[in-house]
């Protein structure tokens, strides 16, 4: 089997989904929006920069 | 031949058949309706999740015939009734990796897709590491919750619908 440079997921402790290795992530509509990690997805809800992290976990005591 | 992976769920009024070995991961069920198709939970498909009609929907949109169903009205009884809870179940994520649609799925990067006001939904071949540096495990595909709402974390239960999470702010 190829190797398929192991996409890895880390879930951040009450922040967000940090994201390495080889991928593609599309938008809602279903366009490329990147290729290249690491990248960090918020998990919280209440970034202002969806889907990406801002740091606003940590003002909105998120947990999880 | 029945394959022993097969799997139906029903509601009591329509049951949903799923066959793995027909599923081309088109993403169509669970893009239109992770209330019902959710590659992150045991089982994946949960028939409360929304109302017949809307269920119906979805699995006639399905590409293959992965998904199909019929009123229970129109089944034998027995049929039916084989119908119990399974243990061991398959999930699109579990599918046996032998039987992945050859090349494509195993040179193809890892499809991270955003779902509109609801989780992100990963497939592919990957990991996925917990907050403790634990390796929670390999998977072939799954949805994180991004809401913040999810009862389990990391992962997606529905609860982005029920509290009305919106991308957008
Ligand atoms: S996880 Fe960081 S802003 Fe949401
Ligand atoms: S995105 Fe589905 S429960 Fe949070």
Redesign the pocket.
Known sequence: MMENKNTQFKV?A????EISGEFELFDTSGEIITRQGPI???????????P???????A?D?SG | MEDPRDRQYTNGEITVFWKPSKCIHATTCFRELIEVFNPGRRPWVNMEGAPTRRIIEVVKKCPTQALEFKYNREMDQDEIESNNPVVAEETPETLNRKEEKEEENQTRPTRINLMKDGPIVVEGDFKVIGPEGNTLKSMLMTSFC?C?GSKSMPFCDGTHRKIGFSEKD
């Open positions: 951040n009450d922040g967000p989904l960090y997805l918020c998990r919280c809800g209440n970034s202002k920069d969806k990406f992290c801002d740091g606003s976990h940590k909105s998120f | 991004r913040g």
